[in-house]
C-alpha cells in the first residue's frame, strides 16, 4: 500500500490562490480569493503580501493578478513540452487517424494527474473534448 506523501498546508494555499488567479482575466479582490480558495483574509492577505515581494503575485488596482516572475519559471516546462510533443507527434496522428478519434498526448501532473500538452481531433461525433487542451493539426 503507497503512503501519500507528506504535504506542507501553507504551500498548498499559496499554490491555490496562484490557481485561482490564473484562471481570472481580470484582478481578483481579496475577499473572492479568500471565497475562492476558501481561506480567512488574514491568511490569504499574508500569502499574497509574500508573493508579492517575491514577484510571483502583483497587487494592482482593483485587487490581484498573476506575477510576471512566474513567465520566468515556465519558460523550461515550455521547452520541455515542445520536446514531448516533437517525439510523440507521429505516433498520435497515428492513433487519431487509426482510432478515427481524438488522441490526447498526457504527462503526470502530481500524484494522481495528468496534464494534456496535445490533441489530435477528428471529426467524430463522440469524441469528449477538454477544454485545458491546447490543439494542434
Known amino acids: 500500500m503507497s503512503k501519500e506523501p507528506k504535504r506542507i498546508q501553507s504551500i498548498e494555499r499559496g499554490f491555490a490562490l496562484l490557481e485561482a488567479l490564473s484562471i481570472h482575466d481580470q484582478p481578483m479582490t481579496l475577499q473572492s480569493i479568500t471565497e475562492a480558495c476558501s481561506l480567512n483574509k488574514t491568511t490569504a492577505h499574508g500569502l499574497l503580501s ?9 497587487k494592482v488596482d482593483g485587487g490581484y493578478t498573476l506575477g510576471l516572475r512566474l513567465k520566468e519559471l515556465s519558460k523550461p516546462l515550455e521547452q520541455r513540452d515542445e520536446q514531448i510533443r516533437r517525439h510523440f507527434i507521429d505516433l498520435i496522428k497515428s492513433m487519431a487517424q487509426l482510432t478515427n ?4 498526448l498526457a504527462v503526470p501532473s502530481g500524484v494522481k ?7 489530435i481531433e477528428r471529426d467524430n461525433p463522440l469524441t469528449i473534448r477538454s477544454p485545458a487542451v491546447a490543439v494542434k493539426d
Open 113 to 119: 494527474e495528468y496534464l494534456y500538452i496535445d490533441a
Open 101 to 104: 478519434n481524438t488522441a490526447y
Open 50 to 58: 509574500t508573493m508579492s515581494a517575491l514577484g510571483y503575485v502583483s
